[in-house]
């Protein structure tokens, strides 16, 4: 039963991408940050097979422990069976069990899940049809945003500087002339994944198949990019209050130092080997050119809520973008909240400021 006074919440994370384990972490961090004065939270978790749980919600619970990721299982809850309400907004529980009816009547729902099956516009679908307010972008964005193809496509179309690369689909091989165009060394990534999962830095030809064959993995479409030697350089986009412009943060960039060649899943999540610069020692027409452009592909992509939106700084300090997040990481090492929080805007009120938007723009069309 809904708590009188409180804003209903559903957390919902883990999921069925390579990124399970760094959403249940950013699940913990967003669960550890809301007011229970202001919120009752309903934490739901998808496992890996996609089988919803009821679970505590307990953030302990969705740490990184010993280098090992937490994990949603089938015993972590009550089962919950969902469909949308044909009486009116929300979602159905089907399950008997009095747990799962908990979910019953949510006021909004943070999707804190990265990746296909989350981030891509699948369960922002779901949510649209059930008529639930939820934090993060639409459909359409969500979907163009995963896919590295079409935010590159839609960007250039901005007149947002993108590198080179070339789109491989399934059975699609690199000709010698796109060879020759892009160069090495190269980076070879699935298109519609996140947190580095299956990319890998090629120095050689003779190592692209395998390295093709590593991101099909994960998605048959691929991308060959050339590499940019350059600063990494992030800016989180947050949608303007009450109806205003987006909002640009300060800038951070990433140094990756021990003994990682390169910003991998390792170096982000496991191993302690970034340092941070927030803000980026970057100079202010710098600074400002990132921002410009940061908030011009958050518009152009049609984003709403939130984005972390990735960019190469040159030695001559030409700035190309290199991809957008949709719903970036929470995690306490997270570049997103970290960059806000230098803004002025801490943890807590950030969420609650996402939560609010969320409320306040409603589904449907906008």
Known sequence: ??????TRVAIVFGGRSPEHGISCVSAGSVLGALDPDEFEVVPVGITRAGKWVLTSGDPAQL????????????????????????????????????????LADVDVVFPVLHGAYGEDGTIQGMLEMAGIPYVGANVFASAAAMDKEFTKKLCAAEGIPIGPYVV????????????QRLGLPVFVKPSRAGSSFGITKVDDWAQLDAAVA????????????????????????????????????VL???????????????????DDACEYDIPAGLPEQVTRQVREYAVRAFTALDCAGLARVDFFVTPELDV?????????????????PRMWAAAGLEYPKLVNRLIRTALRRGVGLH
């Open 320 to 336: 190309y973008l290199n991809e957008i997040n949709t719903m970036p990481g929470f995690t306490p090492t997270s570049m997103f």
């Open 168 to 179: 491989l689909r399934n059975g699609m091989t690199l000709s010698e002339e796109d060879r």
């Open 252 to 270: 951070a960039e990433v140094r990756v130092i021990s003994d990682h060649d390169w910003y991998d899943f390792e170096a982000k999540y496991l």
């Open 1 to 6: 039963m809904t708590t009188p006074g409180k």
């Open 214 to 249: 590593t991101a099909r993995q994960i998605d048959p479409k691929v991308l060959v990019e050339a590499a940019i030697v350059g600063r990494e350089i992030e800016c989180g986009v947050l949608e303007g209050e009450a109806g205003g412009a987006p909002e640009a943060s």
């Open 63 to 102: 740490a990184i422990s010993q280098r090992k990721l937490p994990e949603i299982t089938a015993e972590a809850g009550a089962d919950i069976v969902l469909r949308a309400d044909p009486t009116g907004n929300g979602l159905m529980v089907l399950d008997p069990t009095e747990g799962p009816r908990a």
